[in-house]
């Protein structure tokens, strides 16, 4: 199913779109993280399935970066407002010296790679292109204060990606700095009952944008309750006190938001993130049947408070086993797919190729186009999948590479940075990856200090092509 129906063609960049006028004062922006130039399969992710199957294989950084643009630049065609966040600074040498290794540059890396590589190889890691976990977002609309609320992700379950936390929050300061629209907050604390993993647990359903929205937050375990149930095979990622801590923050009223248990036997399955078993978008809830625990109490109460806050019925595209297995699900990343409204109202799914190559998928999709999950109601007009093959190969797909950001013009008109993806800037990126990104790396590589240099060479420049500083004081130039 390379495309089902049609999108309109919408012009080829964000200013165009914004001088004709987006469809509402409010719009949901997509932050998709730039690939970094040391993106490699090193299996670091326990419990991501396709992570651990492709451990130590020759990954492409060139093409990576390559196809998380094409899919950006195809998202801003349609008129949706795209923005990039750059990679984080990678070999993270500050954090190796932390950790007692010593002397030059290289020294610091050639001491890694013959000690731990396993340490080396989180130093390098590139995880910060799944931009869904750099933080969990609550729009103007839903806080207290009515201004946009983020809070970085601790990231605090995995030690490669605990080290995101760190650097990905000075860079959201730096783009969303005017504090009269925004309040960036600091990660919660690094603590194994806080376990935090930003967007890819959470979702927002509303009738309109610009109307108070329903934020969801799913959760793995209840960390201070022995009781509760839990996976087995694999970690639960997100513990359901840092989904209330950051609903706090946030200011959110407790009668429109919502803290579900994702259902252990999936988390098992290799569901790592609800972002890989359920996506919503607007009115619509694509979900499925294994997703939460109890789930038809889970829905029973989202529809009735869907229906009391906008009188109008929830629609919830359940998609039973029978149709698509767990085993599936995760091998078709289907769920991970983005939801997107055009500018014309046209509802588009862009999910990755694999749901292709995956009968029950697309059969699925054939069947989500045709209302046979909601009573007949189509709830999207099209899909659209692409080749993502890089990312999937390491558990990412389009909807890991994006943040999902609602802003209305004037917060849009106070974003930092040359970040708004335009022509210009498109192919800008484009140049740019060609110049400095390898076309093959292998975990074995990491032990070469002039991969460091290169990749430092490429984001110091970055840092000039978008305008915004990637890193903090301890940076290696």
């Not at 030059?104 to 000690?115: D, F, G, P």
Request: hydrophobic letters at 40%; aromatic letters at 6%; charged letters at 20%.
């Amino acid at each position: 199913m390379s495309d089902s129906g049609t999108v309109t063609d919408f012009g080829n960049n964000f200013a165009a779109s914004d001088a004709a006028g987006l469809a509402a004062e409010f719009v949901e922006c997509q932050f998709d993280s730039l690939v970094g130039p040391t993106h490699n399969y090193a299996g670091l992710a326990h419990g991501n399935v396709a992570s651990e199957r492709h451990r130590s294989q020759a990954s492409n950084p060139r093409l990576a970066a390559r196809q998380g643009l094409e899919k950006m630049w195809q998202v801003a065609s349609w008129g949706v407002p795209q923005a990039i966040l750059p990679p984080l600074i990678r070999p993270q040498l500050a954090w190796l010296r932390n950790l007692g290794f010593r002397g030059s540059n290289a020294e610091v890396i050639r001491s890694a790679a013959a000690t731990d590589p396993a340490l080396l190889a989180a130093a390098y890691s590139a995880s910060s292109m799944w931009a869904a976990n750099a933080a969990t977002v609550s729009p103007s609309p839903d806080t207290a204060d009515g201004r946009v609320h983020l809070t970085p992700a601790n990231l605090a379950s995995s030690l490669h990606r605990s080290l995101e936390s760190r650097d990905m929050a000075p860079i959201l300061q730096a783009i969303f700095a005017d504090e009269r629209l925004f309040c960036v907050h600091p990660p919660l604390p690094a603590a194994i009952a806080l376990t935090d993993e930003g967007a890819a647990n959470h979702t927002r359903l509303t009738a309109e944008f610009h109307q108070p929205g329903i934020e969801l937050f799913v959760y793995g375990r209840h960390a201070l309750d022995a009781n509760s149930q839990q996976p087995q095979r694999y970690p639960a990622r997100q513990t359901l006190q840092a989904s209330q801590a950051v609903a706090r923050r946030h200011g959110l009223r407790e009668e429109r938001t919502c803290f579900v248990q994702q259902n252990p036997a999936a988390i098992d399955a290799g569901v790592f993130h609800n972002d890989v078993i359920s996506v919503g978008h607007l009115g619509l809830l694509l979900v499925h049947e294994e997703a939460f625990l109890d789930q038809p109490a889970v829905l029973a109460r989202l529809r009735k408070l869907y229906q009391r806050q906008y009188n109008r019925p929830l629609t919830v595209a359940e998609i039973p086993t029978a149709s698509l297995s767990l085993a599936d699900a995760v091998q078709s990343y289907l769920f991970n797919s983005q939801l997107l409204t055009t500018t014309d109202g046209t509802i588009v799914l862009v999910g990755p190729q694999e749901c292709d190559h995956v009968p029950a998928a697309r059969r699925t999709l054939e069947q989500l186009l045709a209302g046979e999950f909601t009573n007949g109601k189509q709830p999207i007009d099209t899909v659209k999948v692409m080749d993502l093959r890089q990312s999937m190969n390491n558990g990412g797909g389009p909807a890991c590479l994006r943040l999902r950001v609602l802003l209305n013009r004037e917060q849009r008109a106070a974003v930092r940075g040359r970040i708004w993806l335009d022509e210009s800037l498109y192919h800008d990126l484009l140049a740019w990856v060609d110049r400095h990104y390898p076309d093959q790396l292998t975990p074995s590589d990491l032990a070469d200090p002039e991969l460091a240099d290169r990749s430092w060479a490429a984001l110091r420049e970055l840092e000039q092509i978008i305008e915004l500083p990637l890193g903090r004081s301890d940076v290696p130039w």
